[in-house]
């Protein structure tokens, strides 16, 4: 690509960019030299699992990959036993190290369906942090102020009101910021939400007299309820490792007010083809939408029985092809019968009697289409007959002997 289409390129879907005008200088000489530029992304393991909201800036760094740049990915085996406070009301629990390295080796199959790994350079910033002595930490400290730090809004918001900030969180964001440092980053990917701790990368850079990275800024994926940013604590989530059907069947479910940004964050599509299929018909662009997030993690041809599946269960009202055979075991049955939270939980519908009590008084729940409405009701199991729960989860029922 020419520097233009490059800068374009860099530009889709961001938030800020820390500068624009350095960022042109830095691709205009990395064009001249031949020399690529060094594309910094953080993850710290702070759970085993990541979800579409994750691979906004994971896209964003394929990106400057498939733009001939270097992919620097740090996994925060050592920030992550701090916890970010980013956007946070009070101290985050710490994790030990063995759940940190538990998440940690999860991260690189899923990130892997992102990025390309081959070409990736992946390391732990515990290489470099964890052998700083206490002299080496107070020389970092020292380039940064407390009133700096009360700059943010989460610190700032937790002082005024009284609520307690530990002096490791304070830390956080100077780690981070010595992580570019470490790596000699030119460009610095994050959420909004990480603004601080990128600007604190530039500063400290500069002190250890190295250019300051460029930070670039992209916005926090907002979940299935149209609301709330995405989060698996929330349960408006899309998992990367969700099944495709479920994946589908998600992403048809979000309110249309969000298929531009989803379009714009998720793929790939020029904003003109975008355009087009936000005029046509909404169920039909939606489609197209879930249909491509699911070729991106599940290949062309599960993106495609998914869509005919959706179709088939919810179009046409009928029952997915791949459906689920659950048999009631003898103990479970008494005169014939097992109670309805039990025959839930049985068909893992719901993790826990609680969560059945609620799909049920929801309305969620029917038995070859007659609605459930008792959560206390035992229900006459009928080999062969069919389980509903919610829009997307479908049972056959099997007599165990």
């Not at 701090?82 to 063995?98: E, F, I, Y």
């Not at 992102?114 to 700083?132: C, F, G, H, I, Y």
Request: with cysteine.
């Amino acid at each position: 690509m020419d520097l233009r289409e490059q800068l374009a390129a860099a530009r889709r879907g961001t938030v800020e960019v820390y500068t624009e005008a350095d960022l042109q200088q830095k691709l205009e000489r990395s064009a001249r030299e031949g020399k690529p530029l060094r594309i910094k992304l953080g993850v710290d393991p702070s759970s085993p699992d990541i979800h579409l909201g994750h691979t906004v800036v994971l896209r964003k760094l394929r990106q400057f990959q498939d733009l001939g740049h270097q992919a620097v990915l740090i996994i925060g085996d050592f920030t992550g036993l701090v916890g970010d406070p980013s956007g946070k009301s009070k101290t985050r629990p710490q994790l030990t190290p063995a759940e940190v390295e538990a998440n940690a080796l999860t991260y690189f199959e899923q990130v892997g369906r992102v990025l390309d790994m081959t070409k990736a350079e992946v390391v732990r910033n515990s290489s470099w942090l964890q052998p700083l002595n206490f002299a080496d930490i107070l020389k970092i400290a020292a380039k940064l102020t407390v009133a700096r730090m009360l700059e943010r809004d989460d610190f700032s918001n937790r002082y005024k009101s009284g609520s307690p900030i530990g002096l490791h969180e304070f830390l956080y964001p100077m780690m981070q910021g010595y992580d570019s440092v470490a790596v000699r980053a030119d460009v610095e990917l994050g959420g909004t939400d990480q603004t601080f701790n990128l600007l604190v990368g530039r500063n400290l850079q500069r002190e250890w007299g190295q250019e300051p990275q460029i930070a670039l800024t992209l916005p926090l994926l907002v979940g299935l309820d149209g609301k709330e940013k995405m989060s698996k604590s929330l349960g408006n989530h899309v998992g990367v490792k969700d099944a495709p059907n479920d994946m589908f069947g998600k992403v048809m479910s979000i309110p249309d007010t969000l298929m531009e940004n989803w379009f714009t964050l998720l793929t790939l599509f020029p904003a003109e083809h975008i355009r087009e299929l936000l005029a046509g018909h909404p169920r039909a662009a939606k489609a197209t939408l879930a249909g491509e997030i699911v070729r991106q993690y599940h290949g062309d041809e599960a993106a495609r029985g998914a869509r005919a599946n959706f179709d088939n269960v919810f179009a046409g009202k009928g029952v997915p092809e791949d459906l689920t055979e659950v048999t009631v075991p003898a103990a479970d049955l008494a005169d014939g019968t097992v109670g309805l939270l039990r025959l839930l939980c049985l068909c893992t519908f719901a993790p826990s009697n609680s969560e059945a009590r609620r799909l049920v008084e929801q309305g969620a729940v029917a038995i070859d289409g007659a609605k459930q409405t008792d959560p206390k009701a035992r229900v006459a199991v009928i080999d062969g007959m069919l389980l509903k729960s919610g829009k997307r989860n479908f049972a056959r029922i099997r007599r165990g002997s």
